[in-house]
């Protein structure tokens, strides 16, 4: 799982293609090398543990660290990473579950699910969202974004008998620009008096997230596949992802529309009822 983690969370920052292509090449870290690495001893301070980590500042391009005098001995460096952010993410994730999940990262999701399913108490689902991505926030350099997408995957892929997990991978979102520019361009965010730039406000009530929620709560997924939950945001969200990403369709995005004009692609499938509203002035 950690080993998925990791790929999952290094196409944060750049696109698919580029962060697949540099995998590919390179590879990328796996918790048996990392473990093996840190069992011959470090020098470090900062590989102690998850707590003593923060701060370790590792720069790849210059070969910089908040420790110089232990640079040469230090295991993190050793994995040839996109980027040294990647290579705190990496080691930063690996501590927090062998020191804060115990090595156990299924176990603590379970653990903090059913902690904070309190069946009586307002917005369930969001408290038990955030029961997870809370505390994996301070992971070095895990956004909220890719976070809700990796453990979506996790959670919707767990057993039938495990259901709280599937119904909170569900209901996570993740708005990225293509799914933000969409809701745009097609009028959706003016429609309901929701014009805001990308960003944290996607999040917030009334934004994009709140007005993909309310369109899942109308449309029974369970007509695309029968083992789907009857309400799906996360599906909804993805199939508007897939409809824009040059890994989907390919079709409503930047490199197909020129963002100071009106969209002119008359064979959209929803041409008639998009209200083509141009980018220009819309920050992105």
């Known amino acids: ?19 697949e292509a540099y995998m590919e090449q390179y590879g990328s870290a796996t918790w048996a090398d990392i473990r093996a690495k840190l069992v011959q001893g470090v020098t470090c301070p900062k590989l102690k543990s998850y707590w003593h ?19 040469e001995a230090c295991a ?50 969001a408290r038990l969202r955030e029961a997870l991505i809370g505390p994996l926030r301070e992971v070095y350099g895990a956004s909220d974004k890719v976070l809700t997408m990796t453990l979506s995957g996790i959670l919707l892929a767990a057993p039938g008998d495990l259901p709280v997990w599937i119904e909170v991978g569900a209901s996570m979102i993740a708005i990225d620009t293509l799914v933000h520019n969409w809701l745009h361009r097609t009028g959706i965010l003016a429609r309901f008096d929701a014009d805001h730039a990308y960003g944290m406000a996607c999040y917030r009530s009334g934004g994009c997230a709140s007005i993909i929620e309310a369109v899942a709560e109308r449309i029974n997924a369970r007509q695309f596949n029968p083992a ?38 008359v064979y959209c499938e929803i041409y008639n009822i998009c209200d083509r509203i141009s980018l220009r002035d819309q920050a992105i």
Not at 1 to 19: E, K, N, P, R
Not at 62 to 69: I, K, L, N, V
Not at 247 to 265: E, M
């Open 1 to 19: 799982m950690f080993d998925w983690l990791v790929a999952a969370l290094s196409y944060q920052g750049i696109s698919d293609q580029v962060a």
């Open 53 to 71: 980590f923060h701060g370790c500042r590792y720069d790849k391009l210059s070969g910089t660290c908040a420790e110089p005098d232990h640079i």
């Open 76 to 125: 993190l460096p050793t994995h040839y990473l996109r980027n040294g952010r990647l290579n705190q993410m990496v080691y930063s994730l690996f501590l927090f579950i062998r020191d804060i999940a115990d090595g156990d990262l299924v176990g603590w999701i379970d653990r903090h699910l059913q902690a904070a399913n309190d069946q009586t108490g307002p917005d369930r689902l």
């Open 228 to 265: 789907f939950p009857r309400s799906f945001p996360r599906f909804v969200q993805h199939a508007i992802w897939r409809y824009c990403s040059q890994n989907g369709l390919d079709v409503c995005n930047g490199n197909r529309i020129d963002d100071r004009k009106s969209c002119g692609n």
